[in-house]
Each structure stands twice: as C-alpha cells, then as structure tokens.
C-alpha cells in the first residue's frame, strides 16, 4: 500500500492511525520500528513529523501464529459472540504466558476451546486487550480479531472503558471517597516489583469508594482510570491500606485467604461492531464472600450496590 501525505507536521503515527482503519497506534508504532512502514523508502521513527508530498509504503504482515499451546481448562464465561469473549477469571490463572508461567494461562484456555483470537498482541498474548493479576479475579475481555482488539485498545486509552474492582484493604479508612494519582514504574531496588516515581515512571490514577467498615479493615470498591501494572496495589500500599493477603506489597498476616483480596467486578465497554454499551459482571468469589464475613461485615448486601 502507497499513501501520500497531503500536509506536513502531524506525527506519521497519528497520521497512520486516522489512515489505516482497524489497527491500533500501538501496532503502527512497532510497524514503524520494525521497517514494515517506511518513508520515501527509508526507515523512519514513530515521531517523525510529515513534510507534504512524503511518500510511504505500509506493508503490514500476516500475523505470527501463536506459539501458545491449547489446554482443556474450564472457563467461567460470561458472554461471547464473534467479536470479544468475557470470562470470570479465576484467582490463581495467569493471563498469558511468561516467564515461570507458561501453562495454566487464560489464553491457552481460550485456544483449547477453539476461540479464534485477535494476532496484535503477539504470539504469546493473542486476544489479550487488558490483563489482571495471576491473584486476582474478575471480569476480561479478549478480542476475536484485530479489528476488535484495535477498538477495545482505543477505548483504554481513551479511558473509555470503564473497570470496577472489589478490595479489603487493612485498615480503616477515613476519608468515604478519594483519588491517588501518583506515578507507577518498575521499582529500582526489586525488578519483579512496581514503585511510585518521584520522578518518571507513567501516570496512574486510581478512585476508590469506601463500601463497608470491617474489622480493623475497610471494603472499597476502586475504579481505574489508567491500567498500569500492580496499579492498585501499588496505590493502596502508599496510603498504607495495602490489599489483604498481597504478600508482595504488605497485606500479608491479617487473614488466611491465600490471594490479595481483589476482584474485577464490574466491566463496561462499547461493543467494537455493534456501538452499544455492553457492561459484565463477575460475582464475588467464594474466598472474599468469606473473608468480608470474617472481618464482620455482610457480603450478602454486595448486590445492592
């Protein structure tokens, strides 16, 4: 494919990304980096600003097979059509692949019923739009192909999409309703952990409710607005109400649920074909119904929130 550019100084990637329908600036991004896009036939750099009349040629591969291997694992399934697939992830299943986890994962239970999923997210993360913790469960959507994964990306990062989760944190918390926005990066001391950055790092926002008072304890339900890695934990460790059971970021010693005690609960998105808001919903797991009624509260009032 030959496109020219009819103006100068917009980005090459914002420009691609209005040009080529269906594949996301991200994936333009590694396009361009990886020579697949090139400029007056030279390889150019996603910040490039157009001059007019620049001249470029996009040739956009097959996507990779993916090296994932199929496995015959149940899955909770809360809607599915040719589109997207939602599943009720359990605690202790990885999203996909890497490095100490390459079985077990979502997405080999995915390939193992025979899902087709979306190539843009490589070939060990194949559908994977968003991920939740190998602790957490809840609510996620993986994308059927690239169109849908190019829609659903663009949503995240619009903050379009709309994530609720469930958490009991240590501690009683004052304040009913509260936002922390403080910068996330990978910690300088410990490379298997995440940070607040003083400096750099990448913008994290996180909204957090106040739902129930327990014991010595509080039950919050938190909403993101970015998706950074270990987010909320991370947050919530930094206003020392770290989550219950997170053994990484100080919530261990208060209880005996084997997990952090955090839920994606509620998912809200725009349809990628059909444009009509479509909102999941992944009951409270057995191990936080039970802890909530540990520390005296009443789990059985979560519907009515």
């Known amino acids: 494919m030959i496109l020219t550019s009819v103006r100068g100084g917009v980005r090459i990637d914002l420009f691609l990304a209005k040009e080529l329908t269906g594949i996301s600036r991200?994936?333009?991004?590694?396009?361009?980096?990886?020579?697949?896009?090139?400029?007056?036939?030279?390889?150019?750099?996603?910040?490039?600003?157009?001059?007019e009349d620049d001249i470029l040629e996009i040739n956009i591969p097959e996507p990779k097979v993916s090296t994932v291997k199929p496995e015959n694992i149940p899955l909770d399934i809360i809607f599915e059509d040719e589109q997207i697939i939602v599943v009720n992830k359990s605690a202790g299943?990885?999203?996909?692949?890497?490095?100490?986890?390459?079985?077990?994962?979502?997405?080999g239970a995915l390939m193992g019923r025979g899902?087709?999923?979306?190539?843009?997210?490589?070939?060990?993360?194949?559908?994977?739009?968003?991920?939740?913790?190998?602790?957490?469960?809840?609510v996620i959507v993986a994308a059927k192909n690239d169109h849908s994964h190019a829609s659903l990306s663009n949503q995240i990062k619009k903050r379009e999409m709309e994530r609720q989760y469930l958490a009991v944190v240590k501690g009683k918390i004052k304040v009913k309703t509260g936002e922390i926005n403080k910068n996330i990066g990978r910690s300088h001391f410990n490379r298997k952990k995440m940070a607040?950055?003083?400096?750099?790092?990448?913008?994290?926002?996180?909204?957090?409710?106040v739902l129930q008072e327990l014991d010595n304890a509080t039950l919050l339900e938190?909403?993101?607005?970015?998706?950074?890695?270990?987010?909320?934990?991370?947050?919530?460790?930094?206003?020392?109400?770290?989550?219950?059971?997170?053994?990484v970021y100080g919530g261990s010693g208060l209880s005996r649920i084997s997990r952090q005690a955090l839920h994606a609960w509620k998912l809200k998105l725009i349809h990628p074909t059909t444009g009509k808001?479509?909102?999941?919903?992944?009951?409270?797991?057995?191990?936080?119904?039970?802890?909530?009624?540990?520390?005296?509260?009443?789990?059985?009032?979560?519907?009515?929130?």
């Open 277 to 305: 808001v479509k909102e999941f919903i992944a009951p409270l797991p057995t191990d936080m119904f039970e802890l909530i009624g540990e520390l005296g509260g009443a789990p059985q009032n979560m519907s009515n929130v």
């Open 26 to 51: 991200a994936r333009i991004q590694r396009l361009l980096t990886d020579g697949h896009i090139t400029l007056n036939g030279e390889k150019i750099r996603p910040s490039y600003k157009l001059k």
């Open 93 to 107: 299943m990885v999203t996909h692949p890497a490095a100490g986890n390459w079985n077990g994962t979502l997405v």
């Open 222 to 247: 938190v909403s993101l607005k970015t998706g950074r890695t270990h987010q909320i934990r991370v947050h919530m460790f930094s206003i020392r109400h770290p989550v219950i059971g997170d053994i």
């Open 115 to 138: 899902v087709g999923l979306s190539g843009i997210g490589g070939v060990t993360r194949p559908g994977i739009v968003h991920r939740l913790d190998k602790g957490t469960s809840g």
């Open 196 to 209: 607040i950055m003083k400096d750099g790092g990448r913008v994290a926002i996180t909204k957090y409710r």
